[in-house]
């Protein structure tokens, strides 16, 4: 077992045992507070730029395998864990979760206090960090961690979207009549927000996320979808004057980033909150029902409501925790969007009806 030591911008330094790719990630630290997921959590591209902290002790003792991906590798920029299991007991399970972060080169750490970390954060906010096996001087790391990039500013979609165009194919290559046409544009897309899509009655065709509103109109659909996506939603000006230009022309339902978008498309602000909302346990309020969800969560930006001109949306969901915006809806036109992951992936499944409000709203 060789050392790895974790040091955030302010000077907060751990040393643990090292896993997975030996080198140094550096990312912005966060904490997830999912029991489960570990492998959705790895690949799921809205964590582009940060370095995850799993609060669960326990991590690893299902394994891997290739059908529980979100997408086609990982993109945590490290992982963190305060044991990581060796065995693999699981009939599913393909290699051990260490085998996984060293053939994906993906840097990590274990044999931490991530209690104390995740106290940290929650006191403190989220923190520029690095994990490093190549580095053992703190002062050295602290000065490195502080000449890296934040999150604030960059644009890390153009990292994580598709290339090219392409349409979703149901595994299982098994043919039913979709009567629904989707464009969704990909700004980090989850495979199980496309799995939602279809399974609700949508043919779904994805855009890379510099498309323009005129490239998505030509493909004729009925519907559009803003999908979820890593860092600073400003950032993505491209995105934002896409989405503004098809307001009105389009059911629109968004997701995380594509809310966050659709929110400064109408002409609002979003902010950055204190340490992000990162977990499969997060009790949201659906206003109009007065029903709690609990949700599965990954965002670290937020809508201001308020700051949207002329009152053009109202408040869906409201998150129980921090009571911050967590869904919004067009008085008049077509379009809702919700800040969490309906799609869940991992997380509970009470949120899924919402694929169906979205079929419902193209009906019309």
Request: hydrophobic share 35%; proline share 5%; charged share 20%.
């Amino acid at each position: 077992m060789s050392r790895a030591f974790l040091c955030l911008e302010d000077n907060f330094l751990m040393e643990g045992v090292s896993i997975g790719a030996k080198g140094e990630a550096f990312g912005e630290v966060v904490f997830n507070t999912s029991m489960m997921g570990y492998q959705e959590i790895l690949t799921d591209p809205s964590y582009k730029g940060q370095i995850v902290t799993m609060t669960y002790p326990h991590i690893g003792n299902y394994g891997v395998n290739d059908q529980d991906v979100e997408s086609r590798k990982p993109y945590v920029e490290g992982f963190v864990v305060k044991e990581l299991s060796q065995v693999m007991s699981n009939h599913r399970a393909q290699s051990t979760l260490e085998a996984y972060l060293v053939q994906q080169g993906v840097v990590g750490i274990q044999g931490i206090d991530t209690r104390a970390l995740t106290k940290h954060l929650r006191t403190h906010g989220a923190k520029k960090g690095v994990i490093s096996t190549e580095t053992s001087d703190p002062t050295r790391l602290l000065q490195k961690v502080k000449a890296s990039p934040g999150l604030v500013g960059v644009d890390l979609v153009k990292e994580v979207t598709c290339k090219e165009p392409y349409e979703w194919h149901v595994e299982g290559g098994t043919t039913v009549p979709r009567p629904y046409h989707v464009v969704a544009i990909d700004y980090g897309i989850k495979q199980n927000i496309l799995r939602r899509l279809t399974e609700a009655g949508c043919r779904v065709t994805i855009l890379p996320a510099h498309v323009t509103a005129g490239e998505v109109l030509s493909h004729r659909p009925e519907g559009l979808f803003l999908s979820n996506g890593p860092g600073d939603p400003e950032a993505v000006t491209y995105a934002i004057e896409t989405v503004r230009g098809l307001l009105g022309k389009l059911p629109i339902f968004g997701i995380c980033l594509g809310h966050q978008i659709l929110g400064l498309a109408l002409g609002g602000r979003t902010f950055k909150l204190k340490f992000g909302h990162h977990g499969a346990n997060h009790p949201v309020l659906h206003v109009r029902d007065q029903k709690v969800e609990i949700t599965c969560q990954n965002h670290g930006f937020c809508v201001d409501l308020d700051s949207i001109p002329n009152k053009e949306m109202v408040l869906t969901h409201v998150n129980l925790n921090d009571r911050t915006a967590e869904g919004m809806r067009h008085k008049k036109l077509p379009i809702f969007s919700v800040q969490y992951h309906p799609e869940a992936s991992p997380g509970p499944h009470d949120s899924r009806y919402l694929f169906q409000e979205f079929v419902k709203m193209m009906a019309k």
